[in-house]
């Protein structure tokens, strides 16, 4: 079963970098996924996908601070020179035969 | 830029059914597969349902498997999802999503999400 885990909170300075992590359940080590913001009250933003060959799938006007890496099951997004407006929720996400899952999401506090 | 407007939403009773709308516009929406994805109050983000761009293929979340049902008219460019036998765990906002590829491509993730329509089951 297709499971991603995140961790549900982490918060980080304004003006600084903060690294989100998303885990792939071990028997989907290598799936691709995407990443969703949801600022508060909002509905989702699709910010962009990873995809398997490396390149980036990014969402209309989604800034060159938002970077991706990935290690074996883990999946990163990075964010860099945080801003007030970043603060907000990241879901991962990814897709299997005919279902579509998403991680807990990750609350990021901008202080 | 494209735009997903969801209605339907409400109070309802446990046990009873509604039916939700999503019209598209902006984009080509005969040529996308379509979501339901709902999230709980204070929750994460859940899917619920695709069809596919033709309307030929549909899945669902077991947590809502033979009690929830997905259709589209591409003619009017509306999606739909008829909800019955609504339980008090189904209160949620459900928001309509547009698949980032076109045609018989895989679908993969929600590159376009609409502002959600508020359904809540109490007695």
């Known amino acids: 079963q297709l499971v991603l885990t995140q961790p549900p909170s982490v918060s980080a300075s304004l003006g600084a970098s903060v690294k989100l992590t998303c885990t792939l359940s071990?028997?989907?080590?290598?799936?691709?996924i995407a990443w969703h913001q949801q600022q508060p009250d909002q509905a989702p933003r699709f910010l962009l996908r990873h995809n398997s060959d490396g390149s980036l799938t990014k969402g209309d006007e989604i800034p060159d601070r938002f970077s991706v890496s990935r290690h074996g099951a883990e999946r990163f997004l990075t964010i860099s020179g945080l801003q007030s407006e970043d603060e907000a929720v990241y879901h991962c996400?990814?897709?299997?035969?005919?279902?579509?899952?998403f991680g807990g999401g990750t609350r990021l506090t901008v202080l | 830029q494209v735009q997903l407007v969801e209605s339907g939403g409400g109070v309802v009773q446990p046990g009873t059914s509604l039916k939700l709308s999503c019209e598209g516009s902006?984009?080509?929406?005969?040529?996308?597969?379509m979501f339901w994805v709902r999230q709980a109050p204070g929750r994460g983000l859940e899917w619920v349902a695709e069809?596919?761009?033709?309307?030929?293929?549909?899945f669902y979340a077991d947590s809502v498997k033979g009690r929830f049902t997905i259709s589209r008219d591409n003619s009017k460019n509306t999606l739909y999802l008829q909800m019955n036998n609504l339980r008090r765990d189904d209160t949620a906002v459900y928001y309509c999503?547009?698949?980032?590829?076109?045609?018989?491509?895989?679908?993969?993730?929600?590159?376009?999400w609409g502002l959600g329509t508020l359904v809540t089951v109490s007695s």
């Open positions: 999503a547009k698949d980032i590829n076109m045609g018989a491509v895989t679908p993969t993730t929600f590159d376009s």
């Open positions: 069809m596919s761009y033709d309307g030929s293929d549909e």
């Open positions: 902006r984009f080509n929406f005969a040529f996308h597969s």
């Open positions: 071990s028997a989907h080590s290598n799936y691709v």
């Open positions: 996400q990814s897709w299997g035969p005919d279902v579509w899952v």
